[in-house]
């Protein structure tokens, strides 16, 4: 059994006249005859009661339904795979941070299901072991995060690097700077030395996670001792509680870029100072596994991480 026959049947059904199902199909009568005669010999029951007008037999009433349904399948299949072969169609799975999915996927997402509207994403947050274990394994096709990515045979583009910002309560600048303002304002765009908030204190992210050791690591090349007033697991936490003037935090670029645009400004409550040097820099970066099949929908929004983190860094 195939579609063709199937769809002569359904033609001659409809018709109910083996001439007018030929012209309608542009094939001559007798080929439509032996297309039925096949299908009813492969079936083993007759489909027709011949005469002047043609009768569907009950098994042909039934195979008619079906044949029905089959049909529709097979237009829904060939517009689907039609749709993905075209590149409308198709999947991503991605994996990113939640403090990266928060400050990027607005960033992304809108603009790459407007240019691919049938494409399903499913979306995976998780921490850094997750998204390495789940890229390793292939449960996604794209990870977004910040280097390293350890995951054998990932193909690893970075496509931003940012700066970590000291976040400081204004009272705590006044002390530091002594109401020295121009030498404020240069420190803000230019950088400042972490020592000097040696006697303020610090909100800090515990033990382990990168921020946090991206600081231990470039504190101890500065020998610098941060005096620690609480720890948390949350960045959004400690930014708030800083904000509150309770103390200094640590903050990335591109998290000031995208959901704290006004922070820093006349009215805001911080402080913002960039950390100077090359240890204080991250590395965001968009990998995926090199080997497997990669749809154009995936390569696509490979490309769109890529574009747009270089608009950022030009801005």
Known sequence: MNFRNLQYFLAAAEEKNITHAARRLYISQQSLSSHIAKLEEELGVPLFERGPELKLTYAGERLALIARQICSLEQEILRETGEISDHRRGRLRLGISYTCGRSLLPMLLPAFCAAHPLVEISLMEGNYRQLNEWLSRGEIDVLIGYMPIDVSGAQVSVILQERLFLACPKPFSARVFAGDEARLRR??????????????????????????????????????????????????????????????????????????AGAGGERSPLDLFPLPGAEALGALAVAFLETGYRSPAVLDFIALCKQRAGLWEQE
């Open 187 to 260: 420190s803000r765009q230019e950088g400042a030395d972490i020592r000097l908030f040696g006697e303020q204190p610090f909100i800090l992210l515990k033990k382990g996670n990168r921020i946090r050791s991206m600081l231990d690591s470039y504190a101890a090349g500065l020998g610098f001792l941060p005096r620690v007033l609480l720890e948390t697991e949350n960045i959004e936490t400690a930014f708030a509680l800083a904000e509150q003037g309770m103390g200094v935090t640590l903050y990335p670029e591109l998290f000031l870029r995208t959901l704290h």
